[in-house]
């Protein structure tokens, strides 16, 4: 019997709705590697370029407060000439939008809190913070989805071309054409995100184990 090739039979279609789980742990490795050490500065109109603060360290967790989603806490050392070198921390709790059509999660709402020892660098930095260090924050905390998805296909789609062994005697390969994400949901301490995919995919069982059954005791058998 001629073996039939994933694109020449639409049997193999495969649509799959995947829930995945990314912890708030791996989330938080990438943003502090891609944060940690930035200098936030803004230029003016006269084209001067004035340097806020430096991030030492950003971490985040679910937030306490019901009408948001995330918390992050940004420690920084301040750069300007009122307050040199001085270290702060702001707490920033988010409220996360996702638009599925756009593929495009983004911040919809915050609230900014400002901590440090000095109770006029912290009105200070509040209003410096609400005004500047948001508006940077905020584009960092903006992810493309779909662009990142689009990059993994052809990764996913080289790892299915060998067979797959998904448990002892079975074998999944395929292709994966497309997949989005339907909606992302912040848990405890996780993202739970909705995968749909669509592709081709193939299950072979090349051998079949039955589990080994005791016989049951019968008188008759004595």
């Known amino acids: 019997m001629e073996k039939e090739t994933l694109d020449a039979s639409s049997a193999n279609n495969v649509i799959l709705s995947l829930p995945v789980n990314i912890t708030y742990t791996a989330l938080g490795e990438m943003i502090r590697e891609k ?52 270290v702060a921390r702001v707490l920033l709790d988010v409220s ?8 495009v999660i983004r911040v919809k ?19 410096v913070a609400n005004k500047i260090i948001y508006g940077k924050l905020k584009k960092k905390m903006q992810f493309d989805l ?7 296909i052809p990764e996913i789609n080289q790892k299915l071309e060998n067979p797959l062994e998904i448990m002892q005697g079975v074998n999944l390969f395929g292709q994966v ?32 184990i039955f589990p080994k059954t005791k016989p049951e005791f019968s008188p008759e058998n004595q």
Do not use: C
């Open 35 to 86: 944060s940690t050490g930035e200098i936030i500065k803004v230029e003016n109109d006269d084209g001067k370029v004035t340097s806020y603060a430096q991030i030492l360290d950003v971490s985040f967790q679910q937030s306490r407060e019901v009408k948001y989603d995330l918390v992050f806490d940004i420690q920084f050392k301040t750069l300007t000439t009122v307050f040199k070198n001085k």
């Open 96 to 103: 996360l939008d996702y638009d599925a059509i756009k593929q």
């Open 177 to 208: 054409d497309s997949f989005s994400v339907g909606a992302i949901i912040p848990k405890a301490d996780h993202f739970l995100v909705l995968l749909n995919l669509n592709g081709n995919a193939v299950v072979d069982v090349e051998r079949i």
């Open 146 to 152: 779909k662009q990142e998805i689009e990059k993994r």
């Open 109 to 127: 709402d915050y609230r900014l809190d400002v901590k440090s020892n000095n109770w006029l660098m912290n009105n200070s930095l509040e209003a």
